[in-house]
C-alpha cells in the first residue's frame, strides 16, 4: 500500500484549529421583570436621590473651602504688606488666623541650651527640619523664635543637636504664627525633638510659662551663625476646590441620567413584549 502524502502547508485534522462559536443573539422579546417596573424605578430613584443629596452637599463644602481659602489669602496678603509692628502690639492677645503672617520685631536673648529641633518638614519642595529656639524678651517674657528650615537629602539624618544661636542681645525680625494642633505624639518634645510647633507643650517642657503662637525668622541682628532658609508663605492661589466641586457636581448629573437610561431601557423591553404577544396572539 502507498502511504497517502501530505502537505505539510495544509493542517491534518488533527491539527485544525476548534470553531469557535459565535454568540448567539436575544431571540424573542427579553423576559418580564420580577417585580413590577414602577418598583424599580422607584428603588433606584431613592438611591440616586440619596447619592445626589450627598453628592452635591460634598460640591457645596468644597465651595465653602474655596471661599474660606480665599478669605485667607486676602488676610495673608494684607498682613505680609503691613508695616513691621513690635512684638508687645501682637503677642498682648493669642495668636489666631487674623494676626498670622504679620511681621514683628522683637529683643532679646536667646536660651541656647533649650533648643527643639522640629522633624519631618516641607518648605517649598524640599523636606527636611526646623530649629526653634526660646528668645528672653527685653519684658521678661519667652517667645518661640523658628530660626528657619534645614534641607535634608535622601538618606541623610536629621541633626540630633540644634546649632548655636547667636550670642547677647538679639533683634529678631519675623512673622507671626499660630500654634500648630495635632497629637501628643507631634507637639510634646521628647529629647528635644518634636514635629509639630506648639507653645503650650514647648512651654511644659521649658519650665516656664510661653507667649502663644510663635516668630518664623526672617532677620537676625545680629546674623545667625547658621544658614537657614526662611519659611515659605503658603501657595496664595485658589487650590483645587473649584474642580473637585464640579467633580461631585457632574456625579451628581451623571447618576440622573443614569436614571433615564435605566428607564428608558425598561420602557423598550415592554414595548418588546407587547408587540411579541400581540404577534404570537395573531397568529393564532
Avoid: C
Avoid at 122 to 150: K, Q
Avoid at 152 to 180: H, N
Avoid at 205 to 213: F, I
Amino acid at each position: 500500500m502507498s502511504q497517502q502524502a501530505t502537505d505539510p502547508a495544509r493542517p491534518t485534522q488533527q491539527h485544525r484549529r476548534p470553531q469557535q462559536r459565535r454568540p448567539q443573539r436575544r431571540s424573542g422579546p427579553p423576559p418580564a421583570p420580577k417585580y413590577p417596573l414602577w418598583v424599580r424605578w422607584v428603588a433606584l430613584a431613592l438611591f440616586v436621590a440619596v447619592l445626589g443629596v450627598t453628592f452635591v452637599k460634598l460640591g457645596q463644602w468644597q465651595l465653602r473651602r474655596l471661599d474660606e481659602r480665599r478669605a485667607g489669602n486676602v488676610v495673608v496678603r494684607a498682613n505680609e504688606r503691613a508695616p513691621v509692628a513690635e512684638f508687645s502690639d501682637i503677642f498682648s492677645h493669642p495668636i489666631g488666623a487674623a494676626d498670622e503672617w504679620k511681621r514683628v520685631r522683637v529683643t532679646g536673648t536667646f536660651d541656647a541650651d533649650r533648643q527643639f529641633v522640629i522633624r519631618y518638614r516641607d518648605n517649598s519642595d524640599d523636606s527636611g527640619y526646623e530649629v526653634v529656639a526660646p528668645l528672653r524678651t527685653s519684658d521678661g517674657r519667652t517667645v518661640l523664635i523658628d530660626r528657619g528650615f534645614i534641607p535634608v537629602d535622601g538618606g541623610q539624618r536629621i541633626a540630633q543637636q540644634a546649632p548655636p544661636p547667636p550670642t547677647g542681645t538679639v533683634t529678631v525680625v519675623g512673622r507671626v504664627r499660630a500654634d500648630e494642633t495635632g497629637r501628643d505624639s507631634a507637639t510634646v518634645p521628647v529629647n528635644g525633638h518634636a514635629r509639630l510647633i506648639n507653645s503650650g507643650k514647648i512651654g511644659s517642657a521649658l519650665g516656664r510659662p510661653v507667649v502663644n503662637g510663635y516668630i518664623d525668622a526672617l532677620t537676625m541682628d545680629p546674623a545667625d551663625p547658621t544658614t537657614f532658609a526662611p519659611i515659605d508663605l503658603p501657595e496664595l492661589n485658589d487650590g483645587p476646590h473649584f474642580w473637585y466641586a464640579v467633580q461631585w457636581f457632574m456625579f451628581t448629573g451623571i447618576g440622573v441620567l443614569g436614571v433615564v437610561v435605566f428607564i428608558r431601557g425598561d420602557l423598550r423591553d415592554r414595548r418588546e413584549r407587547r408587540a411579541a404577544a400581540a404577534k404570537v396572539a395573531r397568529e393564532s
